[in-house]
């Protein structure tokens, strides 16, 4: 069915995207090879489903390889790019590898600068009767990020990441939003939103795009949108709608109509208007793939999330600790004011910044975004491979987080100390909320194991 295609080659194979693919390739029988510069939980998985990996980048890494596979990030004096080009062999992004495996399946691509992984989960959940191939860049509750499926449709978070989202064709495209990110390649977010616009417009006659009528950013190209479209949102005016919404706790209730007609109520069991949003994209797509909406509300209802997104970790002495890999300023806003919905207690935030573009990007906004958090601590920036910028810093951050009337903000910059910190200052009925791409999680981890050994 490949042709003469055997072996596959994937620099940057650890990462949330170029993982998931590797997931799939192996299904599909393909021999595949890797490296890293790291050990971690999801290079261990994948050489357990039988990848060969590398915990450095080598050149005689890429021996016997018919294509490689990278991801934007890698620099272009890898040196397994260079051996791959000087070897003449076929060279393609995670993204149009991707693409090309959707070719084989009716896909449904969820993007947007926020909500997409955690959507594109509960899409794949909504849609679980039809056994459909997904990738997803969060970890699903299994530890994995992609499965394979027996059905025709493929469900795949479509990252718009240094342009990768204009790689894909898909039959149903989803947008939750679009913010500002990624300003190291896009030049405004008026230029973001050009690219999502191409995206949807390349919708097939018998596809569909899914918008978010909430998001300011996608209400301003709707008119130019060319395709079938749905929207939904809180706003009425939408097509799919969420009513009498309710949240307590880690959960939410509200009532589905769309056009109309009252399909019923949906119990969510997860906190936030935000993630109220994301299951209506879910269930629009539902819909539009003719699942019935008992059957919808019923694989929603069992949801179990994505790993560090708005994760649980556990509760000792009446303090609750929460990971999420929120980021950006509306994802920041969104985990918090979720938190502040659905708990009636004092939120401490740990926040670490991740790239120092992006924290020189948008220090107006990140700025601005601490506003529900009743403590805000901050650390050093997690530099995802960057050089330092010059000016930009973690504790300038935090001075004018406070400058903009933050009230209570603690600059720890070491990691490692933040558990100490929060030993000293949190109380009993706060909730504890690590937020960050980095590696920030580990300390919510430790801050608990610390709070059950004094139990």
Same mark, same amino acid.
């Given at each position: 069915?490949?042709?003469?295609?055997?072996h596959?080659?994937?620099?940057?194979?650890?990462?949330?995207?170029?993982?998931?693919?590797?997931e799939i390739?192996?299904?599909l029988?393909f021999?595949?090879?890797?490296?890293?510069?790291?050990e971690s939980?999801?290079?261990?998985?994948?050489r357990?489903?039988?990848?060969?990996?590398?915990y450095?980048?080598?050149?005689?890494?890429i021996?016997?390889?018919?294509v490689?596979?990278?991801?934007?990030?890698?620099?272009?004096?890898n040196?397994?790019l260079?051996?791959?080009?000087?070897e003449?062999?076929?060279i393609?992004?995670?993204?149009?590898?991707l693409?090309?495996?959707?070719?084989?399946?009716y896909?449904?691509?969820?993007?947007?600068?926020?909500?997409?992984?955690?959507?594109t989960?509960?899409?794949a959940?909504v849609?679980?009767?039809?056994?459909?191939t997904?990738?997803?860049g969060?970890?699903?509750?299994?530890?994995?990020?992609?499965r394979?499926g027996?059905g025709?449709v493929?469900?795949?978070?479509?990252?718009?990441?240094y342009?990768?989202?204009?790689m894909?064709?898909?039959?149903?495209?989803?947008?939750?939003s679009?913010d500002?990110?990624?300003?190291?390649?896009?030049?405004?977010?008026?230029?973001?939103?050009?690219?999502?616009?191409?995206?949807?417009?390349?919708?097939p006659f018998?596809g569909?795009?899914?918008?978010c009528?909430?998001?300011e950013?996608?209400?301003?190209?709707i008119?130019?949108?060319?395709?079938?479209?749905i929207?939904?949102g809180?706003?009425? #005016?939408?097509?799919? @709608? $969420?009513e +009498?919404?309710?949240v307590e706790? %880690?959960?939410? !209730?509200? =009532?589905? &109509?769309?056009?109309?007609?009252?399909?019923g109520?949906?119990?969510?069991?997860?906190?936030?208007?935000?993630?109220i949003?994301? #299951?209506?994209?879910a @269930? $629009?797509? +539902?819909?539009?793939?003719?699942? %019935?909406?008992? !059957?919808? =509300?019923? &694989?929603?209802?069992?949801f179990?999330?994505v790993?560090?997104?708005?994760?649980?970790?556990?509760?000792?002495?009446?303090?609750?600790?929460v990971?999420?890999? $929120?980021?950006?300023?509306?994802?920041?806003?969104a985990?918090?004011?979720?938190?502040?919905?659905?708990?009636k207690?004092?939120?401490?935030a740990?926040?670490?910044?991740?790239?120092?573009?992006?924290?020189?990007?948008?220090?107006?906004?990140?700025?601005?975004?601490?506003?529900?958090?009743d403590?805000?601590?901050?650390t050093s920036?997690?530099s995802?491979?960057?050089a330092?910028?010059?000016?930009?810093?973690?504790?300038k951050l935090?001075?004018s987080?406070?400058?903009?009337?933050?009230?209570n903000?603690?600059?720890?910059?070491?990691?490692?100390?933040?558990?100490?910190?929060?030993?000293?200052?949190?109380?009993?009925?706060?909730i504890v909320i690590t937020?960050?791409a980095?590696?920030?999680?580990k300390?919510?981890?430790?801050?608990?194991?610390?709070?059950?050994?004094?139990?």
């Amino acid at each position: 069915m490949f042709g003469k295609t055997r072996h596959i080659h994937i620099i940057g194979i650890g990462g949330a995207g170029l993982s998931g693919i590797t997931e799939i390739l192996l299904d599909l029988g393909f021999h595949v090879t890797g490296s890293d510069i790291r050990e971690s939980y999801t290079t261990e998985h994948l050489r357990g489903r039988g990848a060969t990996i590398h915990y450095e980048h080598a050149a005689s890494h890429i021996q016997g390889a018919d294509v490689i596979v990278i991801s934007p990030a890698i620099p272009a004096d890898n040196p397994e790019l260079l051996a791959a080009e000087a070897e003449k062999i076929p060279i393609v992004r995670g993204a149009e590898m991707l693409n090309e495996i959707t070719r084989m399946r009716y896909s449904v691509a969820v993007s947007g600068t926020h909500g997409k992984t955690t959507t594109t989960a509960m899409t794949a959940t909504v849609l679980s009767s039809l056994d459909p191939t997904v990738v997803v860049g969060g970890k699903l509750m299994n530890g994995s990020h992609a499965r394979s499926g027996e059905g025709d449709v493929m469900v795949i978070e479509a990252d718009e990441a240094y342009g990768s989202i204009e790689m894909f064709y898909p039959t149903v495209a989803v947008v939750t939003s679009i913010d500002a990110d990624h300003l190291d390649y896009y030049n405004s977010v008026d230029e973001i939103g050009e690219t999502f616009l191409k995206f949807i417009n390349k919708v097939p006659f018998y596809g569909a795009a899914v918008l978010c009528l909430d998001a300011e950013n996608i209400q301003k190209f709707i008119p130019r949108v060319k395709k079938r479209y749905i929207t939904y949102g809180l706003e009425t #005016s939408a097509d799919l @709608i $969420a009513e +009498g919404i309710t949240v307590e706790g %880690p959960t939410s !209730r509200y =009532r589905v &109509r769309k056009n109309g007609h009252l399909y019923g109520e949906v119990h969510l069991k997860m906190p936030g208007r935000h993630n109220i949003s994301n #299951s209506l994209a879910a @269930i $629009a797509v +539902g819909l539009e793939l003719d699942i %019935p909406f008992d !059957r919808i =509300r019923e &694989r929603l209802e069992s949801f179990q999330g994505v790993h560090r997104r708005f994760e649980i970790l556990g509760e000792a002495n009446n303090i609750i600790v929460v990971d999420d890999y $929120a980021h950006n300023p509306a994802k920041l806003k969104a985990a918090l004011s979720g938190a502040r919905a659905g708990y009636k207690r004092r939120i401490v935030a740990v926040f670490q910044p991740h790239r120092y573009q992006r924290v020189r990007d948008l220090a107006d906004e990140f700025s601005r975004s601490f506003y529900q958090a009743d403590v805000l601590i901050v650390t050093s920036i997690y530099s995802a491979g960057e050089a330092p910028i010059e000016n930009v810093t973690a504790e300038k951050l935090a001075q004018s987080i406070q400058a903009h009337g933050h009230r209570n903000v603690l600059y720890v910059p070491d990691t490692d100390e933040v558990a100490d910190v929060l030993m000293k200052i949190t109380q009993s009925e706060d909730i504890v909320i690590t937020l960050g791409a980095g590696d920030i999680s580990k300390v919510g981890r430790e801050f608990l194991s610390r709070l059950q050994a004094v139990n």
